[in-house]
């Protein structure tokens, strides 16, 4: 059903292509873009313009920002959204050769958010953040980063359950589902959003929520940008002032006793679902350490006991670990993974078991000899868990992610790779893609391998929407052809994970 429906919009638009051909000329990338001007005559930009620079060099990663698109539409209203979306469905009915993308915090993998030689809608001018206190339900323009996020609501005393590094954007990551701080207490970021603004593919402007367009509500909560663009979220939000939370890290020789730390704090049946903790093995030239991330959503006056566990493992090297805000914590973390390096990263899923902990590790460790030639690397194999109390969280949430309601934890693996050279390009991609497959081997051979790939954390071509199942695939392909008959986000948006 999946590909047959994939082929028929492919071939589909191939037979557009061959009869706009004999009748008129397709609009080519330069044509759209003055045609997108006419209509919009001060926030399309060209190359050699400061904003058009601007855009594109505050894409995080390196990639991006060395494949300019033809323009780029900055747009500063909802009303300029619908226009921009009328005048691409309208170029694209039927030659189909304006592609697009479509841009929040500009943090997403490399062709996520930015299409080469063709128009990139550029959504971080719509950034206002307003707050209901008495419902406590923030609403939040798409184009905000989470390091906005955290200022504004830091005044307020409140959190809203997104983004850890400040950088990342709010369409982005909601759209993924996102994983916060505080996501063992209330699930998926997109499991607390109330409300969406969306704009569809017709360009009008609707109201998504439970009791208006109930199918598209569900679908945004992990659909990415398969059904139009999202313009605002109104998301619930949680009455914290400061909490427990930064990093500590040790040398990578205690790697054995991390680990069972590890395993043991995501494991405990009576887990406290105000802890949270992921950790990570990185390499940079000089060092390699193993690195806690923890969290606590509160504020006592000493690290709670649940999260000791993991701090006491052995004596750190150093530590960031504190009580602070939400902008402390958010601007620490975008500080320790800078924009405009390279970036190679892939994700799987497994259940927890100390086996495939162990041996996943080792496997990365083990690769570390064939990589230090590379200069200025960072490369890192980072445990993310999803305990049980998140996914019980994420059941009640209405998402479409198709994760188990519970029971065993699960634990996400990310392997990254950050550098400066295009020459190291192929190099490093052949070493990343086999230790991560080495890796994935290990989990099916183990019988703990998960089909769920985070959105968020995936690689271009890795299959995020299969891992959602095939009910919700074909859930999401039914409100697809709902909301978006002509399949303007399917055939004309090819960055992302589509359907
Ligand atoms: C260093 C780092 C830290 C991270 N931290 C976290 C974290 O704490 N939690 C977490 O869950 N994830 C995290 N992520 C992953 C993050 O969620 C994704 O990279 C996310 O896609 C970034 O969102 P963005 O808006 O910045 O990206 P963009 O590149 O702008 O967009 C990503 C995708 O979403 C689509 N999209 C964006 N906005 C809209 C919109 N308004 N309407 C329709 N489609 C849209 C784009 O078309 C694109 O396909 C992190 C990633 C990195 C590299």
């Known amino acids: 059903m999946f590909l047959t429906r994939r082929l028929v919009a492919l071939a589909l638009a191939g037979f557009e292509l061959l009869v706009g051909s004999t009748l008129a000329a397709p609009a080519k990338a330069p044509d759209c873009c003055e045609t997108l001007r006419k209509s919009l005559p001060d926030i399309v930009s060209w190359s050699n313009t400061s904003a058009f620079t601007d855009s594109l060099s505050a894409y995080w990663v390196q990639q991006e920002s060395l494949a300019p698109p033809e323009c780029i539409v900055s747009v500063q209203s909802v009303a300029h959204v619908q226009t921009t979306v009328r005048v691409l469905a309208r170029l694209n009915a039927k030659s189909n050769t304006c592609p697009f993308a479509i841009r929040a915090g500009g943090h997403g993998n490399y062709g996520a958010s930015n299409q080469a030689s063709g128009v990139d809608i550029d959504l971080r001018g719509l950034n206002r953040i307003t707050v209901d206190q008495g419902l406590a339900v923030a609403s939040i323009g798409a184009g905000a980063s989470w390091g906005k996020v955290a200022l504004e609501l830091d005044t307020l005393g409140l959190v809203a359950p997104g983004g850890r590094d400040g950088d990342v954007g709010v369409g982005g990551l909601s759209l993924a589902g996102g994983i916060s701080y505080v996501a063992p207490l209330v699930g998926f970021t997109a499991d607390n959003i109330v409300k969406y603004q969306v704009v569809k593919a017709s360009g009008d402007v609707i109201t998504v929520s439970a009791t208006s367009n109930a199918d598209l509500f569900k679908a945004l909560k992990g659909g990415l940008n398969n059904f139009g663009i999202v313009t605002r979220i109104d998301i619930k939000t949680l ?123 080792e496997i990365w460790n083990a690769s570390l000899a064939r990589i230090k030639s590379v200069p200025n690397l960072t490369y890192s194999w980072t445990f993310e868990p999803l305990p049980a109390p998140l996914l019980a969280a994420s059941a009640k949430g209405g998402n479409v992610l198709g994760l188990p309601s519970g029971g065993k934890p699960l634990v996400l693996g990310l392997i990254r790779a950050s550098y400066v050279d295009a020459a190291d390009d192929t190099y490093l991609n052949d070493i990343v893609k086999q230790v991560f497959s080495d890796i994935e081997a290990r989990a099916e051979k183990l019988g703990v391998a998960n089909q769920w790939k985070y959105a968020g954390y995936a690689g271009k071509g890795q299959p995020v929407i299969e891992g959602y199942g095939k009910s919700n695939v074909a859930f999401l392909e039914k409100v697809s052809s709902k909301y978006d008959p002509e399949q303007l986000f399917q055939r004309s948006v090819p960055g992302g994970f589509k359907l």
Do not use: C, M
């Open 239 to 361: 009455p914290l002032s400061r909490t427990w939370g930064g990093t500590t890290y040790y040398d990578i020789s205690t790697a054995p006793q991390q680990l069972n730390a590890f395993y043991n704090f995501t494991s405990d049946p009576s887990y406290d679902d105000k802890a949270y903790a992921y950790q990570s093995f990185g390499y940079t030239p000089g060092s390699t350490v193993v690195l806690n991330n923890l969290a606590y959503a509160g504020a006592p006056a000493t690290l709670p006991a649940k999260l000791s566990v993991l701090n006491a493992a052995a004596p750190a090297l150093f530590s960031t670990l504190r009580l602070d805000n939400q902008t402390a914590f958010t601007t620490e973390q975008a500080v320790a993974s800078p924009k405009g390096l390279r970036q190679i990263h892939y994700t799987t899923t497994f259940q927890l078991n100390k086996e495939i902990l162990t041996a996943s590790f």
